[in-house]
T-cell receptor, first 114, second 107 residues
Framework: EVQLVESGGGLVQPGGSLRLSCAAS????????MTWVRQAPGKGLEWVAT????????YYMDSVRGRFTISRDNGKSSLYLQMNSLRAEDTGVYYC???????WGQGTLITVSP | EIVMTQSPATLSVSPGERVTLSCRTS??????LAWFQQKPGQAPRLLIS???SRATDLPARFSGSGSGTEFTLTISSLQSEDFAVYYC?????????FGQGTKVEIK
């Protein structure tokens, strides 16, 4: 069965940085677009970023463009999200998802607070 | 940015009832629309992609329809495990966008 496992979440101060990872297994990672989606506490889903199979095309929501960087390592079947200049409004659970969301990880919680 | 509007925000339903959820987009997304189900404490689950294509192993009581700017998710006979929040998402234009969700609760 397809597996996506996020890691790297935690508590960080405003202005700080975090790097999220998503380890993929049991499918051919290099042939899929990959996506990060987040969910603030008690709120709805919010698309964050998507990367194509080779990593050459990257797309971001406006509020994270320039602060977040999506990347991947196909040799390691891993997806990443480098998050800089974090703000309180970035708080939430971050999910990695395959393609348009046919498979999801369990999520990792980011809390941005003094 | 394409704005997604789901209605109603909350739906109170009895088991066995037929449920129809609506999703409207601010401009045409052709059929590049997906529906997700999310239960408390769980990751979302894909139900429908390409507006009407059911995910693998999805019960037949779930169906999706629509194109352009008007879409519908129908649950023909609501089961106890179907009480959840349902989201639509368009992936026709960047940025991809989600609707605000419809909560289906027990009446």
């Amino acid at each position: 069965e397809v597996q996506l496992v996020e890691s790297g979440g935690g508590l960080v101060q405003p202005g700080g940085s975090l790097r999220l990872s998503c380890a993929a297994s049991r499918f051919t990672f290099s042939t899929y677009w990959m996506t990060w989606v987040r969910q603030a506490p008690g709120k709805g889903l919010e698309w964050v970023a998507t990367i194509n199979q080779g990593g050459s095309d990257k797309y971001y929501m406006d509020s994270v463009r320039g602060r977040f960087t999506i990347s991947r390592d196909n040799g390691k079947s891993s997806l990443y999200l480098q998050m800089n200049s974090l703000r309180a409004e970035d708080t939430g659970v971050y999910y990695c998802a395959r393609d348009v969301g046919d498979r999801w990880g369990q999520g990792t919680l980011i809390t941005v607070s003094p | 940015e394409i704005v997604m509007t789901q209605s109603p925000a909350t739906l109170s339903v009895s088991p066995g009832e037929r449920v129809t959820l609506s999703c409207r987009t601010s401009q045409s997304v052709s059929t590049s629309l997906a529906w997700f189900q999310q239960k408390p404490g769980q990751a979302p689950r894909l139900l429908i992609s390409a507006a009407s294509s059911r995910a693998t192993d999805l019960p037949a009581r779930f169906s999706g329809s629509g194109s352009g700017t008007e879409f519908t998710l129908t649950i023909s006979s609501l089961q106890s495990e179907d009480f959840a929040v349902y989201y639509c998402q368009q992936y026709n234009n960047w940025p991809w966008t989600f609707g605000q969700g419809t909560k289906v609760e027990i009446k």
